[in-house]
């Protein structure tokens, strides 16, 4: 595998995980008990922290990005697998 092949995938794998952590922990300005900007929506963030957001994804995606990589050498799953044709008895 190439390494501009490996920074995509890892990419792909870091966005992903970003929007998998973004909810976690973060919490409304009335569980803060915090005073809210006049016209702002009730349920933005109040704690909103990128750098921890930032963080978790970049742990996340590593082991994401492991397991795949462990599964591009050692074909766990392969195409062939994921032909769900051969499950179903349709043919072409």
Do not use: C
Not at 17 to 41: C, M, N, S, W, Y
Not at 54 to 79: C, D, G, H, K, P
């Amino acid at each position: 595998m190439k390494i501009t092949s490996i920074i995509a995938i890892y990419a792909l794998f870091w966005v992903m995980a970003a929007f998998i952590v973004l909810p976690f922990g973060v919490r409304t300005h009335d569980e803060l008990g915090a005073a809210k900007v006049p016209g702002q929506v009730d349920s933005a963030p109040g704690n909103f922290a990128p750098r921890r957001i930032a963080l978790r994804a970049t742990i996340l995606s590593a082991l994401m990005f492991a397991f795949f990589y462990a599964n591009y050498f050692n074909e766990w799953i392969t195409v062939a697998d994921l032909d769900l044709t051969t499950y179903f008895g349709h043919s072409s």
